[in-house]
């Protein structure tokens, strides 16, 4: 088994503030995500690297950086927060793409 | 564009009933179905899936029924527990990257 652990659980912002979003998991698995998802809503791809080094944009990349430091670390960046940007951000990772993926608990972000 | 859409948005149930979850989509190509589970405060789970060439998978309480013809599937979940309170998301992944995934049904198991 393996765990998928993201920092911190909870953000609070500034609007305009640059904030870093981390995740890591000791699967092994070779690829990882960002999603966002918004109250009501199903998951919006943000980010995903399909192995260490490599970064693609999802549909709502947007407004966000993401950088794959390692294989088993995968950090979201949002470049410039907004109000409206509220929400919870989940990181998964699976062993390729297109396979079941393994998600966190997520880290809930406010802007105020 | 959403491209797979569930309904009920909630739904209520009383416990050891049968709780019947939707779920349907637009794009032909879609041929694996999972269904995620999700509790408050948690990421979602995979809780079962489906691939096309099948109509009918059955994990324990859990059941897919899937229309091909009418490209819809719904989850069964028999006996209904106060622990399946949960929302439920259904899924399809595009062949790539990419997984689409429906907006959820939030279910609600009444003791």
């Known amino acids: 088994g393996g765990i998928i652990t993201q920092t911190p659980k909870f953000l609070i912002g500034q609007e305009g503030q640059k904030l870093t979003l981390k995740c890591q998991q000791n699967?092994?698995?070779?690829?990882m995500y960002w999603y966002r998802q918004d109250s009501g809503k199903g998951l919006r791809l943000i980010y995903y690297?399909?192995?260490?080094?490599?970064?693609q944009k999802g549909d709502l990349s947007e407004g966000y950086d993401a950088s794959r430091e390692k294989k088993s670390s995968f950090s979201l960046t949002v470049t410039s927060a907004q109000k409206n940007e509220m929400a919870v951000f989940l990181c998964?990772?699976?062993?390729?793409?297109?396979?079941?993926?393994?998600f966190g608990p997520g880290t809930r972000l406010t802007v105020l | 564009q959403q491209q797979v859409r569930q309904s009920p948005q909630s739904l209520t149930v009383w416990e050891g009933e049968t709780a019947i979850l939707n779920c349907s989509y637009e794009?032909?190509?879609?041929?694996?179905f999972p269904w995620y589970q999700q509790f408050p405060g948690e990421g979602p789970a995979l809780l079962i899936s489906?691939?096309?060439?099948?109509d009918k998978k059955e994990d324990g309480r859990f059941t897919i029924f899937f229309n091909k013809r009418e490209k819809k599937l719904s989850l069964h979940i028999t006996d209904s527990q106060p622990g399946d309170s949960a929302t439920y998301f259904c899924?399809?992944?595009?062949?790539?990257?990419?997984?689409?995934f429906g907006s959820g049904t939030r279910l609600l198991v009444s003791p």
């Open positions: 998964a990772s699976s062993i390729n793409w297109g396979d079941e993926q393994y």
């Open positions: 699967f092994n698995h070779d690829t």
């Open positions: 690297s399909i192995t260490e080094n490599d970064l």
């Open positions: 794009d032909s190509t879609f041929n694996y």
């Open positions: 489906i691939s096309s060439v099948s």
């Open positions: 899924a399809a992944p595009t062949g790539g990257y990419k997984v689409v």
